[in-house]
């Protein structure tokens, strides 16, 4: 072939490829066509659904996740819209603005930008009173979960749902992405005998769904009743992480600082149930796990003899600045994400906590029970069996057969509410 004809055929193949590239990429600034049609409810309330809210007084409950892809707040955006009334705000736990730690009291103020009322759902109350939505028309729920049961923004949602229906008020959910995917689940399904604000209805640890995904279960399995819209997004889709959206990562709450802390949220966030340090008050909770009484390097070899998949462990010493251990030397190990797609949050907190159960029985304990014999760990379980299991020596393994029938009973509830 004459040398002229393959350099001709060579500048048509480099301006195919030029022009594949600039068909998925804004001129340069990274956004492909997919993230260009991306939407979160938010957006799509203000861009296509706005009749569901002009002419009506709105109240909204969000926190600092409740932002648009520029990083606006939801609570300026609709106080600055001209055809919409922002009459009252509602924090959850954290707050709305996020500045409390967990389990604070958050007392009622007046918003200092928009000079609106900020009423506390994790205060007095975590149900909004007739009086918190007595200058309302619709209330409007947009707060970024992390995918897990027992974090609480779901069941201040829930709350709320059950207020709005008892007041015959519209209750809106602006669906937000579940940032660890919406294709797996995991974990035991809690038994209702331990409900609690940690665990409100019976969902595994890892429940796969969005907030109006679980906004539209709650209802519907359990008997709210609530007039119940979802504005649904645009561009999610199930085998996403929140890394594969074109959302920044807004901590959710203090001890939820990246979306590597909620990978590993689900299962690490059970040692909270014990004695050791799940690493509040350091710069990586829930990655962090340790105690004083706990040798690093034993530990970190014990959980690698385990071979699990899609994680590693590395020796690790800190000293949290407050929480558990507070100024204490703790030693333990620092969980580190290998392949997100094989890793089992659920098993490997559940390994975790047995291995340092096994380990370290002197020292090792379970947080007390209550008056009913209930644990803090069993509230975050969902149930009392996996206690006396870990302290009966009994192995994961079998652990996880024991809550197979109630998982697959689940996931096929879980098939009737997905929207994505």
């Known amino acids: 072939m004459k040398k002229w004809l393959v350099s001709i055929l060579a500048t048509l193949l480099i301006l195919s490829s030029l022009t594949v590239a600039m068909a998925n990429h804004d001129n340069g600034n990274g956004k492909s066509q997919e993230h260009k049609k991306f939407q979160v409810g938010a957006e799509a309330l203000l861009q296509k659904h706005k009749d569901l809210i002009k002419g009506k007084r709105v109240g909204l409950i969000t926190n600092p996740t409740g932002i648009d892809q520029n990083l606006n707040s939801v609570v300026d955006l609709l106080f600055n819209d001209p055809d919409v009334e922002l009459t009252a705000l509602y924090g959850p736990e954290h707050g709305v603005r996020g500045s409390a730690q967990a389990g604070q009291y958050v007392e009622y103020y007046i918003d200092e930008k928009t000079g609106l009322p900020v009423y506390s759902l994790y205060g007095k109350t975590k149900k909004p009173t007739p009086e918190m ?59 209702p005998k331990y409900k609690s604000f940690v665990g409100n209805y019976p969902i595994p640890l890892r429940h796969g769904m969005t907030v109006g995904e679980l906004a539209k279960l709650f209802n519907e399995e359990f008997s709210i009743d609530a007039d119940l819209t979802v504005v649904e997004m645009n561009g999610w889709k199930r085998n996403m992480y929140y890394d594969g959206t074109p959302l920044e990562f807004v901590p959710p709450s203090p001890n939820m600082p990246t979306l590597e802390t909620a990978l590993v949220y689900p299962g690490a966030a059970l040692i909270e149930g014990t004695n050791v340090s799940e690493g509040r008050g350091t710069t990586k909770p829930f990655e962090l796990i340790g105690a004083p009484f706990i040798n690093s390097d034993d530990l970190a070899a014990e959980l690698n003899s385990l071979n699990l998949p899609g994680v590693k462990f590395r020796a690790a010493s800190f000293i949290p600045s407050f929480s558990k251990h507070a100024g204490t030397l703790s030693h333990g190990i620092q969980i580190h994400i290998t392949d997100r797609n094989s890793f089992k949050p659920v098993d490997t907190g559940l390994h975790i906590v047995k291995t340092i159960h096994d380990m370290y029985p002197d020292h090792f304990q379970f947080r007390a029970e209550d008056s009913k014999g209930i644990s803090f760990f069993d509230l975050l379980t969902g149930n009392g069996w996996i206690r006396e299991g870990i302290e009966n020596g009994q192995s994961v393994e079998e652990m996880k057969a024991q809550w197979e029938d109630g998982l697959n009973e689940f996931k096929q509830v879980r098939e009737k509410y997905l929207i994505y």
């Open 133 to 191: 939505l007595e200058n309302i028309d619709v209330l409007l729920f947009d707060i970024q979960d992390v995918g897990t049961r027992f974090y609480t923004y779901i069941y201040t949602m829930a709350y709320a749902m059950e207020a709005a229906k008892e007041n015959n008020i519209p209750f809106i959910v602006l669906d937000r992405p579940n940032p660890l995917g919406g294709t797996k689940v995991e974990g035991p399904v809690l038994d």
